[in-house]
């Protein structure tokens, strides 16, 4: 056998191995994020993976909601609907259809502890009939989250959590991990008032990938790059963070 091909088939193995699992045959791509997917290691956004959001304050939950929805609105395209586990009613769910999502294909969970929270995200990540799973959960260790991607590699749904000020930032059985913030819109046109959603997302670790930072806006159920900024050591440096 070929050198070259049997190199490409080992890479291929290590990433399946890792939670980056090749397209399913006849199934769409994930490809309204642009440069964005050119981080991962196929480039292509890992669809039947775990992804973890972290949000740091209360600004940061409505960007890291507004963000997740626009990817909920595109993997739906693909399967079926949505369930999302949470543990707070801070949802306004007819305000979703703005990020391409509708509300009506959106299965709402509600719970109180944490231990339910992450029995039913498992679970409902088993589920082939779903497109993706949300779950909001503020911490959980490597073994959780090892249980979670193994239940994705079998069902090939996609998982996002999204952690709100986790107690600790630990190493995590996930495919990437993001960080959203909200930035100032600018104005449509002349017309004053608010503009489109506009966002700085920022990948902060992604297996075998390239982690990067960029802002976007969200226009017409797409994301319009506004600036690719330095990687994640660079803005540390002029920031002071």
């Avoid at 503020?138 to 749904?157: G, K, N, P, Y």
Wanted: charged residues 20%; glycine residues 8%.
């Amino acid at each position: 056998m070929d050198k070259k091909l049997k190199i490409a088939e080992l890479q291929a193995m290590i990433l399946e191995a890792e939670g980056f699992l090749p397209p399913m045959e006849n199934s769409r791509q994930l490809n309204m994020l642009g440069p964005m997917a050119e981080a991962f290691p196929t480039g292509i956004f890992p669809m039947g993976a775990i992804h973890e959001f972290v949000s740091m304050d209360v600004a940061q939950v409505a960007a890291s909601a507004g963000f997740i929805s626009c990817l909920i609105g595109q993997l739906m395209q693909h399967k079926g609907p949505c369930l999302w586990v949470s543990m707070g009613k801070r949802l306004f769910p007819p305000a979703l259809k703005r990020f391409g999502m509708e509300p009506d294909r959106v299965i709402f969970v509600n719970l109180a502890q944490q231990k339910d929270t992450l029995w039913v995200i498992e679970e409902a990540l088993k589920c082939p009939s779903l497109a993706v799973v949300v779950g909001e959960i503020r911490d959980l260790d490597l073994t959780a989250s090892r249980r979670l991607q193994l239940a994705v590699e079998q069902s090939r749904v996609t998982g996002l959590l999204h952690r709100y000020r986790p107690g600790r930032m630990n190493n995590m059985g996930c495919a990437a991990r993001w960080q959203v913030r909200p930035m100032a819109s600018k104005p449509i046109g002349r017309l004053p008032g608010i503009g489109y959603p506009t966002w700085q997302v920022e990948l902060q670790k992604v297996r075998n990938g390239r982690p990067g930072c960029w802002q976007v806006a969200w226009h017409r159920n797409r994301f319009e790059y506004l600036e690719q900024l330095a990687p994640r050591e660079q803005i540390r440096i002029k920031t002071g963070t």
